[in-house]
């Protein structure tokens, strides 16, 4: 996946900012940058953009809305807190983010259009396309148990556990924590977060709350604020200014860039596939103008006299039809004659079969004497002259021959019977 660049914007778009680029997890892979936007821009190529706002200029709550979320929840949220705000909802931008199971509240976050115009105009203006825009107060680790305060220049931003961020003026610490924590800040275990520059200049008023917490711990962030907030990129928990009618407009060619790789493959994966079905399809062209060549070489060696052309079946009835004449006396019909009279008699089998144009010579098997005359006279009744020529008993068998002719070719003189 691609790393991402994340940048700190200064409350006046024109003021320098800070960045960082961080893996896939929100984990640092370089130490913060300070520079001009245009600066950040040129190392933006290939990385994806998060951005942060100052949290002063951005208004987090939450609210109970009749819809889950989605655009609904976009277009109703304004309505929702319209009693709440001073401004005209008209000039506020609303984006909604995630709902909590619990207290069935969405989070939203409100900031002016004006504002809005303002930072998306600049990061335009220096290529940068990003894919989030949040409140630095948004990225706070929600930790069990525990209120996180992080100080940023003139912001304090506070979270209590399971609780909406908020944004107060550090103009006085320990007013700013009374008036967001109330009189539980006594029961509060407080997690401090600061850079040491912000440190040395509020250390006092910090040092006057300690004591007035259930605890205290304080952490100083020698590499600036980004690594604590970046690390909460990846958690999903934080409301995404760019909705509505921000949201990122992506292009053909963007998204193209994204998946070439993806496409390179795939056509070269239906590339590969084609050409194997092609190779197959040669294949058994080649394997079945074989076997038409084998067909046709049985079929001549077969039909003596045989042209070799058309359908190798077709010419195999024809020349039966040809030697025929065309009539009943033909092949096919002596053929269905005999299986007729042998299969009405138990046990009897033909064993040889000599076909000639004046008629057929059989060999068959049968339990007696008695089976081989009733299947002898089933022919005759079937329009046949049948002769049995010999019979004897082999075992427990009974072999014998019988001579079929059509009535028209039989021979006038009495059939020989065996004895």
């Not at 953009?49 to 709550?61: E, K």
Request: glycine share 8%.
């Amino acid at each position: 996946m691609a790393e991402w660049l994340v940048l700190q914007l200064s409350r006046k778009p024109e003021d320098q900012c800070g960045w960082m680029f961080a893996d896939e997890r929100g984990q640092p892979l370089s130490a913060p940058r300070v520079g001009t936007l245009a600066a950040a821009g040129q190392e933006a190529a290939g990385r994806r953009l998060a951005v942060l706002v100052p949290s002063g200029d951005v208004l987090m709550t939450d609210v109970e809305l009749p819809v889950k979320s989605g655009v609904r929840a976009q277009q109703v949220a304004p309505f929702a807190l319209e009693e709440q705000l001073a401004a005209d909802i008209e000039t506020l931008h609303f984006a909604v983010g995630p709902r909590d199971d619990v207290s069935n509240k969405t989070s939203v976050a409100v900031v002016t259009r004006d504002l809005m115009r303002q930072w998306t105009e600049a990061l335009e203006a220096a290529n940068l396309q990003p894919e989030i825009v949040c409140a630095e107060a948004a990225l706070l680790p929600d930790n069990p148990g525990h209120t996180v305060v992080l100080l940023d220049r003139e912001t304090l931003n506070a979270r209590r556990a399971g609780g909406t961020p908020l944004a107060l003026s550090a103009a006085d610490v320990a007013a700013a924590l009374e008036a967001s924590l109330g009189p539980d800040l006594a029961t509060e275990n407080v997690i401090f977060y600061s850079t040491p520059q912000d440190w040395h200049r509020h250390a006092s008023q910090i040092e006057a709350i300690r004591p007035r917490c259930a605890s205290f711990k304080a952490q100083l962030l020698n590499a600036g604020i980004l690594p604590l907030l970046a690390s909460q990129l990846m958690s999903g928990q934080f409301v995404n200014l760019l909705s509505g009618d921000y949201a990122p407009k992506r292009s053909l060619g963007s998204d193209w860039r994204r998946w070439r790789l993806a496409a390179s493959l795939a056509a070269a994966l239906l590339v590969v596939h084609v050409s194997g079905l092609s190779y197959e399809w040669v294949q058994q062209r080649h394997s079945e103008q074989q076997l038409d060549d084998a067909i046709g070489q049985v079929a001549r060696n077969a039909i003596p006299g045989d042209p070799g052309t058309g359908s190798v079946r077709a010419r195999v009835q024809a020349r039966l039809a040809s030697q025929s004449g065309g009539s009943a006396a033909g092949l096919l019909p002596a053929l269905s004659a005999v299986a007729q009279a042998v299969s009405s008699v138990n046990g009897a089998t033909v064993e040889s079969l000599n076909y000639r144009k004046e008629g057929m010579e059989l060999r068959l098997k049968a339990h007696d004497a008695t089976s081989l005359d009733r299947i002898d006279q089933t022919l005759r009744n079937n329009g046949y002259q049948a002769d049995i020529t010999s019979g004897a008993q082999n075992g427990a068998d009974y072999e014998g021959h019988i001579e079929v002719h059509t009535a028209a070719a039989a021979d006038p003189k009495p059939a020989r019977r065996s004895p």
